[in-house]
Nanobody
Framework: QVQLVESGGGLVQSGESLRLSCVATGSTLGINTMGWYRQAPGKERELVAVITSGGTTTYADSAKDRFTISRDNAKNTVYLQMNSVKPEDTAVYYC????????????WGKGTLVTVSS
């Protein structure tokens, strides 16, 4: 089992910056991809950014040029640096981890709320 705990959410004003962190504990050796998804009120959960253990990144169009995902494998931690935030970035941000290759498990954190005021 893997446990994911997010931190760093809160209330920010439009144009400001925020950094989210997610620490993985438990059976972390099998984790390959980690990342962030978000869910705004009344909307489905959507990809923000993911990063492989080798550092390859994938971003949603809405996150390109403003958000940066990074990872510290030694600390089993993934970060999301959010710059120039907009009100439409308001959502609960969930940490995600993909474990295993042949037998794959997906793990989710409980989420951290980011609210961007205009």
């Amino acid at each position: 089992q893997v446990q994911l705990v997010e931190s760093g959410g809160g209330l920010v004003q439009s144009g400001e910056s925020l950094r989210l962190s997610c620490v993985a504990t438990g059976s972390t050796l099998g984790i390959n991809t980690m990342g962030w998804y978000r869910q705004a009120p009344g909307k489905e959960r959507e990809l923000v950014a993911v990063i492989t253990s080798g550092g390859t990144t994938t971003y949603a169009d809405s996150a390109k040029d403003r958000f940066t995902i990074s990872r510290d494998n030694a600390k089993n931690t993934v970060y999301l640096q959010m710059n120039s935030v907009k009100p439409e970035d308001t959502a609960v941000y969930y940490c995600y981890a993909r474990w295993g290759s042949t037998y794959v498990r997906l793990y989710w954190g409980k989420g951290t709320l980011v609210t961007v005021s205009s």
